[in-house]
């Protein structure tokens, strides 16, 4: 297909901020579209592969510079001239090819194949000479482009699309044009059931084109979409939403893990669906030994210990295994870790999604061998009494974990849904995943790091952030001075934010929203000084949450509860 149809699709994509009024203009364009541009439904997310793919574009800002320079024919530092106006390297790119092309008065004829093709070969590459081909694939297509095209070409490639479409929208958008207005809510039912499963919309777009229906099959060594908690105010509560009796399990603090076999091969997933596999060659190990089966899909938490006291640590202590790709042998010695495993849905090719919980902890109890420090099954109790629950937790809470969480021994597993199958009993920690948009750098000690990270929260529109606070505190200066290397360091923090950098003015930056921090507070307050209209009282950064996808942060939604209910003090001990 002509690239210059997509990019004419995106462009009235970000014309509106309207979620029906995208979902219309999608699902015309995918009725027109054909079964082999299956690929698309990627770049509409400004990606090439499923979300879930670790073969990332990742270019840099940097790089993109190069590329535009070259291609049009200016030097790099007019290009960064034309950014600092303009902001937007995109526009930067779509500014210049409008002034060479009054010169040269080319027709593009780029394709979406050739522009994927180009784009797959990015993450593919390394060693010598890596930057130099980078540059000259993307000048390639460059060239090539229309303004338009070369506006949305760069984005794509610095990953930031910026035209407000979730992956959501997209599927509402292939049930509106695949299927009938009656049928229409069950399918978009059906498909973000088969998404939860099999999270590829390329797949989705393609059986909904065929006319199929959506029995994607589950299978061992491909990432799902976890089952998601709901939060109980009271154990009463809890009893009234999961059944009585239920099942109460520790509720550990670590992060969550799909441990797949296929096959005597082992993959592990974060919820995030990124494959974290050579992350925890011990996991494995223990994977190999201590679960008994050929192929399975089990869920559980992942928790850190210390190797010399070996009491358990709290998740920030052990975050930073989850990204970090060298010296994981020393981590894996400075950080070990423990599984909690809680739940299996796939055992030696029976998919046993749809058996209740109940029976779901019977089998995960036959097949883990326990053995701690390395791995066992949760601690649970199955009980109908308020007064064992609240025992229960106490004894959690006393064993350092933070709370419980209440299980219905009826409900199947639902990947990817909140509907109240699992309940978390825990104390209100005053506790926000929020995303980095912004930060600004230091003075003094700290120049050359940023030093006050601007946070984000999900706003109510698609793909909008809106600001509610700075952290600074909670931060550590730098590792050579502590101990332990436990926490998250300034210079670690600029490190990870320089490539994201989309605007400048002095000392500010504003970055693209893509790391997810924690942060604890005080309270929420009405504030007029972000556009969120909140502000928090007194942040405090405690951890990277690489394992949470930019879909579930905290939203405005939440945010505007918890204002409302800051008086009420849940208690449950
Ligand atoms: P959420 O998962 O609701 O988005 P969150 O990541 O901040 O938010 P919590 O809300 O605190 O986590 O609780 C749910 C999480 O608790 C699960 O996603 C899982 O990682 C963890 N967990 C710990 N122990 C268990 C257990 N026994 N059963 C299920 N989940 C558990």
């Known amino acids: ?35 082999s541009d299956r690929d698309i439904l990627y770049l509409l997310l400004g990606d090439i592969y499923p979300e879930h793919d670790e073969k990332k574009i990742g270019i840099s800002s940097q790089l993109a510079i190069k590329a535009i320079a070259k291609s049009t024919g200016v030097t790099n530092s007019e290009v960064v001239n034309e950014w600092k106006s303009l902001g937007d390297l995109g526009k930067v790119a779509e500014k210049l090819k409008k002034q060479k092309r009054q010169s040269t008065l080319s027709q593009s004829n780029l394709t979406t194949e050739k522009v994927i093709s180009n784009l797959r070969k990015l993450p593919e590459m390394e060693g010598k000479g890596t930057v130099e081909k980078k540059i000259s694939l993307i000048t390639e297509l460059l060239t090539s482009a229309s303004p338009l095209e070369a506006l949305y070409l760069i984005r794509i490639v610095i990953g930031d699309l910026r035209i407000g479409l979730k992956s959501s929208t997209v599927r509402n958008a292939i049930a509106k044009a695949f299927f009938k207005e009656e049928e229409k809510k069950n399918a978009i039912e059906e498909i973000q059931n088969a998404y939860d499963m099999n999270p590829d919309l390329a ?15 589950l299978k061992a060594g491909k990432p799902i979409k976890v089952m998601l908690a709901q939060k109980a105010n009271t154990i009463k509560d809890a009893f009234e939403k999961a059944g009585k009796p239920l ?3 520790f509720k550990y603090d670590g992060f969550r893990m799909m441990i797949n076999k296929k096959d005597g091969n082992i993959t592990l997933y974060t919820r995030r669906l990124e494959n974290v596999t050579n992350q925890f060659p011990d996991i494995v190990d223990v994977i190999k030994k201590h679960i008994n089966g050929n192929s399975f899909i089990v869920d559980a938490e992942v928790i850190g210990y210390n190797p010399k006291t070996k009491k358990y640590v709290p998740f920030q202590a052990i975050s930073q295994r989850i990204k970090r790709k060298y010296h994981v042998e020393r981590l894996v010695k400075e950080l070990p870790v423990e599984v909690k495993a809680f739940d299996i849905v796939y055992l030696n090719g029976k998919n046993i999604i749809k058996e209740p919980f109940e029976k779901r902890t019977e089998i ?12 066992t099954t949760a601690d649970q109790k199955i009980t109908d009494s308020e007064k064992e629950v609240r025992d229960f937790y106490n004894k959690a809470i006393k064993d350092n974990q933070e709370g419980l969480i209440l299980k219905n021994l009826k409900a199947p597993y639902k990947p990817g849904s909140r509907v109240g199958f699992m309940l978390k009993l825990k104390e209100e920690l005053r506790d926000y995943d929020l995303v980095i948009t912004g930060a600004e750098y230091g003075t003094g000690k700290r ?15 698609d793909g909008e952030f809106l600001e509610i606070g700075k952290v600074g505190t909670g931060i550590k200066e730098k590792f050579e001075e502590q101990e332990e290397k436990i926490g998250t360091s300034f210079h670690e923090l600029t490190e990870m934010l320089k490539p994201l950098i989309t605007k ?58 918890d204002y409302e209910n800051q008086k009420k003090d849940f208690k449950y001990s």
């Open 1 to 35: 297909m002509k690239y210059k149809k997509l990019a004419e699709i995106y462009d009235e994509l970000s014309s509106t901020t309207k979620r029906l009024e995208k979902i219309e203009i999608l699902s015309k364009f995918l009725k027109e579209i054909g079964e």
């Open 247 to 249: 099942a109460a399990e």
């Open 364 to 375: 995960l109890k036959k097949i883990v061998k326990n053995e701690r420090y390395k791995i």
């Open 504 to 561: 400048e003015h002095g000392k500010t930056v504003e970055v693209k929203p893509k790391v997810v921090v924690a942060v604890t507070y005080q309270e929420v307050q009405k504030s007029p000084n972000y556009n969120s209209g909140f502000a928090l009282r007194f942040p405090r950064f405690t951890a990277l949450r690489e394992d949470k996808p930019l879909s579930e942060i905290t939203t405005l939604n939440e945010i505007k509860k």
């Open 203 to 217: 797949l989705v777009f393609e059986l909904a084109k065929k006319g199929k229906r959506f029995s994607i099959e």
């Open 447 to 461: 120049s050359g790091w940023m030093s006050s990270f601007i946070l984000s929260c999900l706003g109510e529109k």
